[in-house]
């Protein structure tokens, strides 16, 4: 049984109609399972962190990082996909 | 999934410069020796360009995954003077130049180890690399060099001081032409540790395995920043326990890195090396987290004491953060890679003096001075006799790295661009050491009891 490989979306930017839409349409594209979202509004200011599952995905998380980034840059958003052992060790003991 | 740290990690990299300073490669080469220098060559630059073939595309496709900038690929070398002492016909910039080449081939952008240990004594290897270094580090573009000159178990080899001084100006001289950058790639240690990923003084010691990863971590940004948000109101007791909780979050993203390094290169984990190392970044310096602390500017009364409380609560956090912990380990403060040093030294706040009394309580020594081009080379010999003596008796490894600015004065500056930044040319006290230098033999090592 292969282990379930997770990794963390982070998206921030200014708040427009369909930033949802679009970073979740990316996820289905490239075969990403989103488990977990959570939301916020600051000052005009859109924070979302995602936890998605990308052991079926169809590119290497290296890859995806670069088509989300892309995809940040063209609707003016800050997008980081990072693997989640990265959070794991530097916030847990 | 706790958002707030997350995105304190994602702020970390992206509004505080926290990286990882490099993955460096350490490579035996004691396996190479051999009395023809056209082998003993050819296996070198054949053994580096096999085991360091996917060094640098490794660092990248982790810098990828973790979405962690890996700023430097680098490789240690056996001290050259081990192997290029079989070949006494040959010089040893033969060695120098496959360093270089074999550099350049596997792509990493320094390459350490062209050195010596030589704290007890000279060989005739020893002393023939010692005399090639000038030559050796102004015909190539990536090898650095360092000399360990004493030990707090040897004591100083006043020698090689006398030595280095004058290796040192003419290290310069030759690549006058360049800001003197050949300086810039020689280190003279005391206590130099084996395992050290930083360069310009990192060498594959004789007691290290064939190959090793070793990675150096840095993060003075994030450090900084940690302390302007505590405010004020923080006694030094709360800052010390910030720090330390800050470099154990550095030091456990290094941890990561190298044994994913390891695991990926299948070469054994060897060290996380958990300095704080400024670059001329805006806002990514050491004198910056001085001052947040409270000084006015880097280099007042009170930065000795500063400095000591920042190494140790760095050492405290990190070494809970890491399976193994090594190489130099604490708060670097090389000048010209410090824009709050660069600001202070150009002040005249922070001057050669005061640097040498930090050096007493931060993780190396004299690093990055750029001093007047006419300083005589019995006075740099002076300033590494008294770095040497600080870390001799004080069980602590110290280096020297001054850069002599070649027809520069003081007050004038010195530019090398990158990582090893610019800065002010630093007044040096011109009274003549010449004659105490010229006595060479040894200090002896210390006692070791008696600690008053």
Same mark, same amino acid.
């Given at each position: ?93 | ?19 990882? %300073? ?8 004691? $396996? ?34 973790? #979405? ?7 490789? /240690? ?16 910039? %033969? ?5 270089? %080449? ?9 390459? &350490? !180890? ?16 010692i ?18 000159v ?6 100083i080899n006043m020698d090689a001081v006398a030595k280095m001084g004058k290796i040192v ?19 003279v ?6 395992? @050290?990923?930083?360069?310009? &003084?990192?060498?594959? &010691? ?7 990863? @070793? ?5 003075? #940004? ?7 948000? *505590?405010? #004020? ?29 390891? %695991? ?10 958990? /300095? ?22 880097? &280099? ?17 956090? !990190?070494?809970?953060?890491? /399976?193994?912990?090594? #190489? ?38 004299? $690093? ?9 080379a019995e006075?740099i010999s002076g300033?590494i006799a008294?770095?040497?003596?600080? !870390? ?22 010195? $530019? ?10 630093? $007044?040096?006290?011109?009274? *003549?050491p010449k004659e105490f230098i010229g006595r060479g033999g ?11």
């Amino acid at each position: 049984m292969n282990k379930i490989e997770k990794a963390v979306i982070t998206v921030i930017g200014k708040d427009m109609v369909g930033i949802l839409a679009k970073v979740s349409n990316m996820c289905a594209e490239k075969g990403v399972n989103v488990l977990e979202v959570t939301q916020s509004i600051l000052q005009d200011m859109f924070v979302m962190v995602m936890l998605v599952d990308i052991t079926d995905a169809t590119d290497k998380i290296a890859d995806l990082a670069d088509a989300f980034d892309v995809l940040g840059k063209s609707a003016n958003l800050k997008i980081h996909v990072m693997h989640e052992d990265i959070f794991n060790s530097m916030h847990k003991i | 999934m706790n958002t707030n740290e997350i995105l304190e990690t994602i702020n970390m990299i992206d509004n505080e410069d926290l990286d990882v %300073r490099t993955i460096t490669m350490g490579i035996s080469l004691l $396996d190479c020796i051999d009395p023809d220098v056209e082998k003993a060559t050819q296996k070198i630059y054949d053994k580096i360009c096999r085991y360091a073939e996917n060094l640098v595309k490794t660092g990248e496709e982790i810098s990828r995954q973790y #979405g962690i900038p890996i700023i430097n690929k680098r490789i /240690s070398v056996t001290p050259i003077a081990m192997v290029s002492g079989a070949c006494p016909g040959a010089s040893p910039v %033969r060695f120098a130049a496959t360093l270089d %080449r074999a550099a350049k081939t596997v792509g990493v952008n320094f390459i &350490g !180890g062209y050195s010596a240990l030589v704290q007890k004594g000279f060989g005739p290897g020893d002393y023939a690399l010692i005399e090639s270094i000038p030559e050796a580090l102004s015909e190539t573009d990536f090898v650095c060099s360092s000399i360990n000159v004493g030990s707090t178990k040897a004591g100083i080899n006043m020698d090689a001081v006398a030595k280095m001084g004058k290796i040192v100006k003419k290290t310069a001289e030759l690549t006058a032409d360049r800001e003197c950058i050949g300086a810039a790639k020689l280190v003279v240690f005391c206590n130099a540790p084996e395992d @050290n990923p930083f360069m310009a &003084g990192a060498f594959h &010691g004789p007691g290290e395995p064939d190959c090793v990863i @070793n990675v150096g971590v840095s993060g003075p #940004g994030v450090v900084r920043a940690a302390i302007q948000k *505590s405010g #004020g109101g923080c006694d030094l007791t709360q800052i010390a326990e910030l720090i330390k909780r800050t470099a154990f979050k550095i030091t456990r993203m290094g941890q990561l890195v190298a044994q994913e390094a390891s %695991r990926r290169l299948c070469v054994p984990f060897g060290i996380v090396d958990l /300095s704080l190392a400024p670059t001329p970044a805006i806002g990514d310096s050491v004198a910056y987290i001085l001052e947040g602390m409270g000084l006015e500017q880097c &280099g007042a009364h009170g930065t000795t004491a500063a400095l000591a409380l920042l190494n140790d609560a760095v050492k405290k956090g !990190g070494v809970m953060a890491s /399976s193994s912990v090594g #190489g130099l380990s604490g708060a670097f403060i090389p000048v010209t890679e410090d824009a709050g040093m660069i600001q202070a030294a150009r002040s005249g706040c922070l001057t050669l003096n005061k640097l040498e009394a930090m050096t007493a309580v931060c993780s190396v020594g004299l $690093d990055m001075i750029a001093i007047p081009g006419d300083t005589p080379a019995e006075i740099i010999s002076g300033i590494i006799a008294d770095e040497a003596a600080i !870390g001799m008796v004080n069980s602590k490894t110290t280096a020297v790295r001054v850069i002599p600015a070649v027809g520069k004065k003081a007050g004038e500056e010195l $530019d090398f661009g990158g990582l090893l930044g610019s800065g002010p040319i630093m $007044d040096v006290n011109p009274a *003549s050491p010449k004659e105490f230098i010229g006595r060479g033999g040894k200090i002896p090592a210390p006692l070791q009891s008696l600690k008053n």
